[in-house]
């Protein structure tokens, strides 16, 4: 078995601050629905490089600031990112032998999941929507995460050596 190298912390806490700006950064009017979900995207990214460091509470600590940022019922994101990095573990050990193309859509699985979660709490809230738009950012950032897995991965071997 391979040995994964160290991954400082501090990095993991950096891409993670990095992914909540990127996720509560404006965006012209009509194009929020577009927006890729970058904290999932990551947490999933972490979860699955580095299970025995980052989980449910890195998940927990950014649904708690995101609820703090964008003024939602406090929990409500806390409960979602939990949820999703809960989901990661569980598919851990499927997941990384999976190639580019099926962690994408397991990727879209999981955030889809986890989205239809979200727009369920916000029925209970009283935000209600009829429509699959709610969707979309998963599919989008199921696209978006080859790229994002192959440049983290190349990174780690610039910073980190071979």
Known sequence: MARVPVIPLVVVWFSLV????LQVMPLAEGWQVFRPEWIGLMLIYWCMRVPDRVGVF?????GVLLDLIEGTALGQHALILSLLAFLCALVYPRFRAYSLVQQSVLVLVLLGLVQLVEQWLRTLTGE????LSFLIPSLISAFLWPWLATMFKALEKRLLGP
């Open 18 to 21: 990095l992914a909540l700006c």
């Open 128 to 131: 209600f929507s009829i429509h």
């Open 58 to 62: 890195h998940g927990f600590v950014l």
